[in-house]
């Protein structure tokens, strides 16, 4: 199709056969083995457990907040893979418009979402021989949102809201992936998120130039779903489970009270407003590119974290039909 350049060739060479992990990774992990001195999620992402009050629990509960923090992007990963990427896929194969070139890049999308399943699954069971922490599949309560969004829709409709769906979580940046790791981060852990957002990078690139060349076809009458899938799953997806810390929190042997606190004193407003925009550079410009004002609704929707509870922004939203 004109105007389609595929994310995976490279100077007239197709990179995904030389690139994508489902092709080059091996199915051993390898790396030093595991230390007291490492901890499984970078402690700058992580804030709260320098807290002094998470401090004073010992490093047994960090390394468990860590853990968990993992955990959650593991299963995370999973959900988004099957129930979003590929059912996108499945459903942006049905366009009739679809090129013959696109169609191919978009089978080898499916085929390494697929595969990022199993490298996370793969994965919980190395962490679990390596260090005994077992990284439990918990509900997400994001992706729970998304789906209770897609659901509400009538089921013409979902269809379209899945790919607008899969548009947001493809195009958020993945420097996170990479930040995650490091610093004292046992390195088997970083190596996998490296390697998994080496795939989505390339994914990025495919569902940008979906966007652009086949979106404005496909919103028709339905600019209001496109608007609110898009600044809802923003929402969704960037904003943390700060109710799930503070359950953890609280797990690891603090009280209610106090796990409230660490929360309360662990995040910034002002910083936690600028990670939002920063992490949703990439969508909130192709929004702007279509003529959508979705990007612009989530920057100014930010402007109203100094006047709510961080445990209630699960429901930081304007309900549909809003003014």
């Known amino acids: 199709m004109t105007g389609y350049e ?19 990774r091996g199915n ?28 004073r629990l010992g490093p047994d509960a960090i390394l468990q907040l860590g853990a968990g923090r993992l955990a959650d992007y593991l299963a995370k990963t999973e959900i988004v893979e099957i129930e ?58 994001e992706l729970a949102s998304i789906a209770e969004l897609v659901e509400s829709f009538p089921p013409e409709k979902r269809p379209l809201a899945v790919i607008c769906c899969a548009i947001v979580t493809e195009t958020l940046i993945t420097a996170t992936l990479r930040q995650a790791g490091g610093d004292t981060v046992y390195p088997p852990v970083t190596r996998m998120l490296a390697e998994h957002a080496a795939d989505e990078a390339r994914h990025h690139a495919f569902f940008h130039r979906f966007a652009e060349l086949h979106l404005p076809s496909l919103i028709g009458s339905d600019a209001a779903l496109v608007e609110e899938t898009f600044r809802r799953v923003l929402w969704y997806f960037l904003c943390p489970d700060f109710r799930r810390l503070r359950d953890d929190l609280v797990g690891q042997g603090l009280t209610v009270g106090q796990a409230d606190r660490v929360v309360d004193e662990s995040f910034d407003r002002a910083d936690l407003r600028e990670q939002f925009l920063a992490a949703s550079v990439a969508p909130r410009r192709l929004f ?27 429901t930081f939203e304007r309900s549909r039909g809003a003014a």
Not at 6 to 24: H, I, N, T
Not at 37 to 43: A, E, F, G, K, V
Not at 106 to 135: C, N, P, S
Not at 298 to 312: I, K, P, R, T
């Open 84 to 141: 979003i990427v590929n059912r996108a896929v499945e459903g942006i194969l049905k366009l009739p418009a679809i090129s013959e070139e696109m169609r191919a890049d978009l089978l080898k999308i499916y085929t390494d979402e697929g595969y990022h399943v199993l490298m996370m699954a793969e994965f919980r069971r190395h962490i679990q021989d390596e260090t005994g922490i077992w990284l439990a599949r918990r509900p997400t309560r």
């Open 288 to 314: 702007a590119s279509l003529g959508l004002e979705a990007g612009d609704a989530f920057a100014e929707q930010l402007n109203g974290l100094d006047h709510v509870s961080l445990l209630s922004l699960t």
């Open 6 to 24: 595929s994310p995976f060739v490279v100077d007239g060479v197709d990179r995904w056969y030389s690139k994508a992990m489902v092709r080059v």
């Open 28 to 55: 051993v992990l390898s790396g030093p083995g595991w230390q007291d001195s490492y901890t499984l999620y970078n402690r700058v992402l992580t804030p709260y457990t320098q807290h002094p009050l998470v401090e």
